[in-house]
C-alpha cells in the first residue's frame, strides 16, 4: 500500500504571495492532518479534514486554509506569505475508524522557504 | 489549553546504554499517547504508541510507560545502537470537543528530544 505522499516537496515563494501545497493519504484513510515543523517551535497542528469537513483547527491566523476532497485528498493553502511562514508542513493521515484516535502516518512533507 | 512537555531537549548516551525520554500532558481527557521517531531529513515515524487503558508496552528494546494520575508518559530505549539516534517526539491524543465517543481527535506533539548514542 502506497504511502502519503504530499506535493511539491520543495516550494520558493516570497513576501506576499500564496501557496498551495497537496496532500494524498494512504488508500482507505479518511482523515488528513496538517502540521507546521520548525526548529524552534516543534511540530504545529495546523487542522484536520475527515469526510471533506474540517473537525479541528489550530492556532494559527486565518491566512491558513485547507480542503478535502471526496477522494480524501487535502490541499492546504497559505495567502500573504510572510517569512515565518517557511517551514516543512506536514500532512499525516489515519483511517479514523470510530470511536478511539487512529495512528497518523506522516508524508515526507514539504518545504517551503519564503524569501 | 492542551500542552505537551518534554524532556530532556537533547540527550547523549553511550552505545549500549539506555535512554529514557519523559513527557508530560495537560489535558486528562487525553487517551492516546504515540512516540515517534524523526531521523535526519527524514518523516516522523511511529515506534510505539499506548492509550489510557494500558499502564505499559514495549516492544523489543523499546518500552512506553504512562501514568494516567500524575498525568505522565514516558520513553524507554534499551541497549541503544547507533541506528537510534534521532529526534524524538512525544505525543498525547484527546476527543475533539471532549466527546470521548468521537473519531475526532487533536494530537498535540512535545517540543522533541535529539537523541545522540555515543560509540
Known amino acids: 500500500k502506497a504511502g502519503v505522499t504530499q506535493t511539491p516537496r520543495y516550494l520558493i515563494k516570497t513576501r506576499g504571495q500564496q501557496v498551495t501545497l497537496s496532500c494524498s493519504p494512504i488508500s482507505g484513510h479518511r482523515s488528513v492532518s496538517w502540521y507546521q515543523q520548525t526548529p524552534g517551535q516543534g511540530l504545529q497542528f495546523l487542522f484536520e479534514?475527515?469526510?471533506?469537513?474540517?473537525?479541528n483547527k489550530g492556532n494559527f491566523p486565518g491566512r491558513f486554509s485547507g480542503r478535502q476532497f471526496s477522494n480524501s485528498r487535502s490541499e492546504m493553502n497559505v495567502s500573504t506569505l510572510e517569512l515565518g511562514d517557511s517551514a516543512l508542513y506536514l500532512c499525516?493521515?489515519?483511517?479514523?475508524?470510530?470511536?478511539?484516535?487512529?495512528?497518523?502516518?506522516f508524508g515526507p512533507g514539504t518545504r517551503l522557504t519564503v524569501l | 489549553g492542551e500542552n505537551v512537555e518534554q524532556h530532556p531537549s537533547t540527550l547523549s548516551v553511550q552505545e549500549g546504554d539506555s535512554a529514557v525520554i519523559k513527557c508530560t500532558y495537560s489535558?486528562?481527557?487525553?487517551?492516546?499517547f504515540p512516540w515517534y521517531k524523526q531521523e535526519l531529513g527524514k518523516r516522523p515515524q511511529l515506534i510505539i504508541d499506548i492509550r489510557s487503558n494500558v499502564g505499559e508496552k514495549k516492544d523489543q528494546r523499546i518500552a512506553v510507560t504512562l501514568n494516567k494520575t500524575a498525568k505522565h508518559f514516558s520513553l524507554h530505549i534499551t541497549e541503544t545502537q547507533p541506528e537510534d539516534s534521532a529526534v524524538y517526539f512525544c505525543?498525547?491524543?484527546?476527543?475533539?470537543?471532549?466527546?470521548?465517543?468521537?473519531?475526532?481527535?487533536?494530537?498535540?506533539f512535545g517540543s522533541g528530544t535529539r537523541l545522540s548514542i555515543r560509540p
Open positions: 489535558d486528562s481527557a487525553s487517551n492516546y
Open positions: 499525516a493521515s489515519s483511517r479514523t475508524s470510530g470511536g478511539a484516535p487512529d495512528t497518523q502516518y
Open positions: 505525543a498525547a491524543s484527546h476527543p475533539a470537543g471532549g466527546d470521548i465517543n468521537s473519531s475526532a481527535s487533536k494530537i498535540i
Open positions: 479534514y475527515f469526510s471533506e469537513t474540517q473537525r
